[in-house]
């Protein structure tokens, strides 16, 4: 390893994603997708930067802090990822159902919602992500704790008029200035044990001039070494400076001994992001040489939840046809003005073919993960204490709403019990916020300090009242 070189010799050899030890040495797994009654997708997701894990059959109950239970062990045959060609050949994925995931209702959860019926749907995460089943949730933890971070650095983000490369009004989109600009942003990302040996690699987005770099968890996840390549060859040793797994995201820091500055991605926003708009995935999958690899699709849909092997969530993701292959976790998923939306994590194809279902984390959450971890080393979620589901269209319709929650379940010596909340309550809004799915409540709720105050409108009994929440710490699982 050299400190700042070009690499000389490529690595013929590709090694499998790092993962999660639930997903050591396995490969795409059969996972379930929620669906209509009677319906089936006919997709097995595989998660584009690594192998899946087992994934329980769909369950949208969002019991987000209800431990479940642990996932089938994976059948030896499964392999960590499939060559593209394996896929248009419609290779076979061994896929064993995993039994419906349970939870211990004595314990209390942060939101919940609605389990609709499974599907068969494979996904695999784009660098080393276990599995995900497509419903709507998200996913957070806490990494090592860190020295503060106190330098001064730079950080860019788009303000008008700000990109030379901003196409003009409508649906055209320059990629290959979208491209040049990102390019030098983009690294890949190599991970080794202690003895040195190669464990794999994803993708990573500078997003500081003093050489901080998002990526996913599962990237680094168990990970004793780290090295990180830049699209001209440079290679530089780096350490993980935190990691949150219930969002996978994580913090890599580069080690350079030349006090060198780097070029930082655009961050952008998801807020104003309209499904159809055009989207550019950028990545390095399969430890390609020669720099990343860029893809171009659309924004297919947004606020998609996933469910995770261990009982996780990840909420809000942007779903992509954008194509990202095994190696790209961690990676960017771009808008036309080339500003970073996303941090690309997992995929899913059929056993047909790729059907163009890529999910990347809102780059809103990623930045304020990755804040938190150079602060602090740790994430601090703030917890309510409630289980629900979304309010269903007529429920919505004799209140006079758009939507909301309904509690099901008020943990007991929770913020939400000591507050008044009751089950059957439905949640409108927190902090004069709309709130229109049981989603979104838990995302507003996690958002929130730790000892902040939440105002919580709700109606019950058909009458509007604003209950004043002191919330909590969500507890580590």
Known sequence: MRDGTPEDEPNDEIPDDPGDTWRAGDDERAVHDPGSPGETTGFEPTLPMGPAGWWDDLDDDFDDDLPTTAPLPLPPEDRLWRHPSEVANGSDVTGAQAPPGATDAGVTADLDVARPQASTVALVLAAGLAGAVITGSLLLFVGPRQTVVTERVVE?????GDSAFVTAPGPAIDVVAVARSAKPSIVRIET?????????????????????????????????????????????????????????????????????SFEPAVLGSTEELSVGESAVAIGSPLRLEGGPTVTLGVVSALGRTLDTPDGGRLYDLVQTDAPIGPG??????????????GITTVIAVSDVGAEGLGFATPI???????????????????????????????????NNIVGGAVIT???????????????????????????????????????????????????????RRDIVVVLGERPQA
């Open 156 to 160: 860019r983000q788009l303000v008008a």
């Open 192 to 260: 080794f044990n202690g003895i040195g040996t190669l464990l794999g690699s994803g993708s990573g987005v500078v997003f500081r001039d003093d050489g901080q770099i998002l990526t996913n968890a599962h990237v680094v996840d168990g990970s004793d070494t780290v090295e990180v390549i830049f699209s001209d060859g440079r290679r530089y040793p780096a350490r993980v400076a935190g990691q949150d797994r219930l969002t996978d995201i994580a913090v890599v820091s580069v080690q350079s001994s030349g006090g060198e």
């Open 328 to 341: 790209s976790s961690g990676g960017a998923l771009l808008d036309a003005s080339g500003s970073v939306i």
């Open 364 to 398: 809103e959450i990623a930045r304020d993960v990755a804040t938190d971890l150079l602060t602090d080393g740790e994430v601090h979620h703030g917890f309510l204490g409630v289980a629900g589901d979304d309010i269903d269209p007529d429920l919505a319709q004799r």
């Open 409 to 463: 379940e008020v943990g007991a010596g929770t913020p939400a019990a000591a507050a008044g909340l009751r089950p059957g309550d439905l949640v409108i809004s927190v902090n004069a916020r709309p709130v229109v799915s049981m989603s979104s409540l838990v995302l507003a709720i996690r958002r929130l300090e730790p000892g902040s105050t939440a105002i919580i409108g709700t109606l019950r009994d058909g009458e």
